[in-house]
């Protein structure tokens, strides 16, 4: 598996050196809800790069026309992602069809944000009965991307163990994991459990050769969103960033074998030159108690990530009489 060196932070990701797609030739590259927006403009970025992709997306008609058009390097899936079995299905197919049966890089990029309904927002009639909130966006951003990491490692694992291979996953996140975003609940807290995720599971993912790293856009240009609405935006201070720029930052991640454990946020041209940066976010750098606290916790947790990581602890991670 790829030899990676146990995460610590060594300073931001230089963003000004350009992706080197010449490595993604013959890479198979998962992209979950890559039918749409800045997920299928991800898509034809890795294919033209010369990358096989596999679709996932629920949007049947038109997943299959992107394929179609982008083949032999690209294939769809039907795929929920808060289904298993339906994930299960997509990585046995990404690598029974990839040139070289294999699974280089899973962008979990799948989700849905308030424009599909957030049941916590609304406010009830208090003389009635409490009305029980669905948590789609819940079940979606986070089950679903969840099932999609743990899936990516099973499926990393059995990557042929030679140098040209990658282990590579990436988490399209938002913004709102670092700035309050007021009615947006269940997305800003998906959103931040996803940050959550790359931020412990970096510390263990280097074992297995996984880099693990998180994309976070703000406002992207979207024919989603209507002229009008876009305008209202614009004239309360917002700047817009093309979706080039996403997939630009996407490439960077999978193309960089250093990069591991860190987010990267895309931005306007007015902020960053290239259209992304890194957060600079998701460290203690300064002494004090955060880093402090930062310090005990990895010396309290040693869990090695491996087969028989349990054995010898209790279920809370302490060492059983006997065990080292």
């Known amino acids: 598996m790829p030899q990676l060196p146990r995460y610590e932070y060594t300073g931001p990701v230089d963003c000004t050196i350009p ?33 096989f992709v596999t679709i996932a997306d629920l949007n049947e008609e038109r997943g299959k026309a992107i394929a179609e058009e982008l083949s032999p390097n690209a294939q769809f899936v039907k795929c929920n992602i ?3 079995d339906e994930q299960v299905q997509l990585f046995e197919a990404a690598i029974a069809n990839s040139p070289n049966k294999s699974c280089d890089i899973v962008i979990a990029n799948a989700g849905i944000s308030r424009a599909s309904g957030d049941d916590l927002w609304p406010l009830d009639d208090p003389n009635g009965p409490p009305v029980k909130p669905q948590l789609k966006i819940i079940d ?18 059995k990557q042929p163990d030679v140098p040209e291979r990658d282990r590579c996953f990436i988490i399209t996140g938002s913004m709102v994991a670092w700035i ?11 959103k931040y459990g996803l940050r959550g995720l790359m931020r412990t599971a970096r510390r263990s993912s280097w074992e297995q050769g996984i880099r693990i790293n998180y994309v976070a856009p703000c406002y992207i240009k979207s024919a989603i ?13 917002v700047e817009f960033a093309p979706q080039e720029d996403v997939a630009t930052c996407m490439m960077k991640l999978a193309t960089d074998q250093t990069i591991n454990g860190h987010s990267l946020m895309i931005t306007p041209k007015s902020v960053s030159k290239e ?8 460290d203690h750098i300064e002494e004090g108690y955060f880093k402090r606290n ?25 060492l059983i009489n006997g065990s080292q």
């Open 19 to 51: 992706p080197d797609t010449a490595k993604l030739v013959g890479k198979s590259v998962i992209v979950t809800g890559g039918a749409n927006g800045m997920g299928e403009t991800t898509v034809r970025a890795f294919a033209a790069a010369g990358a």
């Open 275 to 282: 259209g992304f940066m890194d957060a600079g976010q998701d």
């Open 180 to 190: 309050d975003s007021p009615a947006n609940w269940q997305y800003t807290c998906s």
């Open 294 to 318: 930062q310090e005990v916790q990895l010396r309290i947790i040693e869990d090695k990530w491996d087969e028989g990581c349990i054995k010898g602890r209790t279920a809370e991670g302490a």
């Open 82 to 84: 808060t289904s298993w």
């Open 225 to 237: 969103r209507s002229p009008e609405y876009e305008a209202q935006l614009i004239q309360k201070g």
């Open 140 to 157: 979606v951003n986070i089950t679903g991307t969840l099932y999609t990491w743990k899936l990516a490692v099973h499926y990393f694992r």
